[in-house]
């Protein structure tokens, strides 16, 4: 089998957003994924399939890990876009890999969809958003975080600029978890396109994946270019891609974020 070059891969990277991952809740835990097969009671008996062994959370996590979930001392954060997926939370906690605890739940989110955002992220991707829209209802995922990776993650975010934390209110969140929840919305706006790989209801935007997206955003900006093309042209150079994000940024301003209850 050869070798696939490197504008490929990244063109592959770049549609594959919002990446894969497991179907049902996990823990991903220095750096492997393991499923929760049961998330009653407290976070310490909480079930996980670690390869041919079903244990406690309270087994495999670090005394110190276990404590601060226990005690409350993490950050419930919903991930409308890649932050569920394993092989972002490597990227994104590559560096202190050996010692970093993350519970992945599945949650719905009344009043609100996930979309694609108006904008274009440095490795090319369309990304998401929460969109608020009563009566709608979307199913996502959220992050369990530490103090320390709940930072991680806000810079990876650019919270405060591109991105910023806005409240929410799942349905059927697991006993354990009594933070309040919070996600990522983004500032600029959204395209009129719900991300298929969050199912949502109460909205009448079509679904689509990266592909519909990549192609909404082409004609957002008056451009002329197959897909592939402007994709690849986007990852070859990431002065022109920036360029193009701010563009982008500016078009469908009536998409800007408003909370549920219109403030």
Request: with cysteine; glycine share 6%.
């Given at each position: 089998m050869s070798a696939m070059d490197e504008t490929t891969l990244r063109l592959q990277w770049a549609l594959s957003y919002?990446?894969?991952?497991?179907?049902?809740?996990?823990?991903?835990?220095?750096?492997?994924?393991?499923?929760?097969?049961?998330?009653?009671?407290g976070f310490a008996d909480w079930r996980v399939r670690a390869g041919r062994i079903a244990a406690r959370l309270s087994q495999l996590l670090a005394p110190r890990q276990l404590a601060d979930f226990g005690a409350g001392a993490y950050h419930a954060v919903a991930a409308v876009g890649s932050n569920a997926a394993p092989?972002?939370?490597?990227?994104?906690f590559a560096a202190h890999l050996d010692d970093v605890a993350i519970l992945v739940i599945r949650i719905t989110v009344p009043d609100h969809i996930v979309a694609y955002a108006n904008r274009l992220a440095e490795y090319a991707s369309v990304p998401a958003t929460l969109v608020a829209r009563p009566g709608a209802k979307a199913q996502v995922w959220a992050t369990l975080l530490s103090n320390r990776d709940y930072d991680t993650m806000n810079a990876t975010e650019d919270r405060g600029e591109i991105y910023d934390g806005v409240p929410i209110a799942p349905i059927d969140a697991p006993q354990a978890v009594t933070r309040p929840f919070e996600a990522y919305a983004c500032l600029t706006g959204c395209l009129p396109l719900r991300v298929a790989a969050f199912p949502s209801t109460g909205c009448a935007w079509p679904e689509g994946g990266q592909w519909e997206a990549q192609a909404l955003a082409i004609d957002a900006l008056g451009l002329d270019l197959p897909v592939d093309r402007f994709i690849m042209e986007n990852v070859g150079d990431p002065a022109l891609c920036k360029a193009r994000d701010q563009a982008l940024s500016a078009v469908f301003p009536e998409n800007r974020w408003i909370s549920a209850s219109g403030s």
């Amino acid at each position: 089998m050869s070798a696939m070059d490197e504008t490929t891969l990244r063109l592959q990277w770049a549609l594959s957003y919002p990446f894969a991952r497991p179907r049902e809740a996990f823990v991903f835990l220095n750096g492997a994924s393991w499923p929760i097969t049961s998330s009653e009671g407290g976070f310490a008996d909480w079930r996980v399939r670690a390869g041919r062994i079903a244990a406690r959370l309270s087994q495999l996590l670090a005394p110190r890990q276990l404590a601060d979930f226990g005690a409350g001392a993490y950050h419930a954060v919903a991930a409308v876009g890649s932050n569920a997926a394993p092989g972002q939370l490597r990227r994104k906690f590559a560096a202190h890999l050996d010692d970093v605890a993350i519970l992945v739940i599945r949650i719905t989110v009344p009043d609100h969809i996930v979309a694609y955002a108006n904008r274009l992220a440095e490795y090319a991707s369309v990304p998401a958003t929460l969109v608020a829209r009563p009566g709608a209802k979307a199913q996502v995922w959220a992050t369990l975080l530490s103090n320390r990776d709940y930072d991680t993650m806000n810079a990876t975010e650019d919270r405060g600029e591109i991105y910023d934390g806005v409240p929410i209110a799942p349905i059927d969140a697991p006993q354990a978890v009594t933070r309040p929840f919070e996600a990522y919305a983004c500032l600029t706006g959204c395209l009129p396109l719900r991300v298929a790989a969050f199912p949502s209801t109460g909205c009448a935007w079509p679904e689509g994946g990266q592909w519909e997206a990549q192609a909404l955003a082409i004609d957002a900006l008056g451009l002329d270019l197959p897909v592939d093309r402007f994709i690849m042209e986007n990852v070859g150079d990431p002065a022109l891609c920036k360029a193009r994000d701010q563009a982008l940024s500016a078009v469908f301003p009536e998409n800007r974020w408003i909370s549920a209850s219109g403030s």
